[in-house]
């Protein structure tokens, strides 16, 4: 195949555009439509402070590459979800990238942080593993990007990212979560104050597929994690994946026009599922958490810290248990 | 003689013969190919490409798993 620009060699092909790129304009070619995502959904200006959500994985740090690359003001967060070996290599590859690229990176830890791993977690609330680690990672990027004041928080989501989501919340028929389901999410205030409570979230990357991530991570030399997260198993976001995957391997162009199509048609539909309830803030860290339907000042704390509370008073029960159990021998 | 495959996640090695092209192969192996890439000497390949009796290939699957708040499935 020939490359679509310039008729040399070409090393991708994408079959929803008709076309093929050589390594350089499949590299303008990702670029350009990142910009066009940030320019379509008025996602962020080259004044503002973005905060860049990476994992050590291909998205993220194609992401950042391609915002450093277009001139924005970037910053990286790597949040270290204590995942054994995994986690020390996901953050050695964004640390390493960083280093090659001169790049800001903040690093955090969840065990520092509040006392626990993502696999702690698990154990101490008897929840799936990446229920947890969705709430934790939520809370920690929100919570960064506050206290360091940026503007927006990016993260890596892709077409097939956003398409796999929109396709399990249409299953499951879950309004509010339509209603949510944007390329970008404004910023929230708490209570009638003017103190921001969530930061303003974008996904540059929504026209691009994870295919084309992938490859162009390769082509620009990014040394990505390649490896799964081990408590990824059973995952339905990933079969949601393989399921439009064949879809698209049948129709090119599938996942495009469902999301796309969605965000045009439908969308709006849900608007007023989205909840708008007011903020108030969580009794314990002070985050926003919803007002509405909350009893008793237990109520009143985010989710966050219900589960770190349950997390720390499971943890006391044990080891009192164990002490006892001591004891008694 | 065949082409040598590398598959990953969990990483193993297959040989395999026969081939001529990428979609050839990836049939072959009942891949779906618009979940890989297939890589051959640090270049990535078309699905059109040929490929040599004694070609070094990895096929690499790009969806990953996860409840992504980050992205990246992680
Ligand atoms: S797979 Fe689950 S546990 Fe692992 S990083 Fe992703 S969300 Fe977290
Ligand atoms: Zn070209
Ligand atoms: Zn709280």
Redesign the pocket.
Known sequence: MRCKVCRGHAVVDIRRHNAAFCPDHFVDHVTSQVAKALKEFKMATVEDRLLIAVSGGKDSLAVWDVLMNLGYDTTAFYLD?G?GGYSARSKEAAVAFAGSRGGKLITRSLREEHGFT?PELSTLTRRV??SG??LNKRYEFNRAALEEGFDVLVTGHNLDDEVATLFGNVLGWNTQMLGRQRPVLQERIVGAGDSRAFVKKIKPLVRIAERETAAYALIRGIDYIVEE?P??EG?TQHRYKEALTLLEEASPGTKHRMYFGFLKNASDRFAEDRGSAELIPCTDCGAPTVASGAHGVEKLMCSFCKTKALAHARRAERTNDSVHGAEQR | MGVKVKLRNPDRLLEISGPRTVTALLNQLEVVSEGVLVIRDATLLTRDERLGPDDEIEIRPVLS???HPAGD??
């Open positions: 979800l995942i993502v593993p990446c680690c969705g997260c408590m990824v995952n | 798993g996860g409840s499935g992680r």
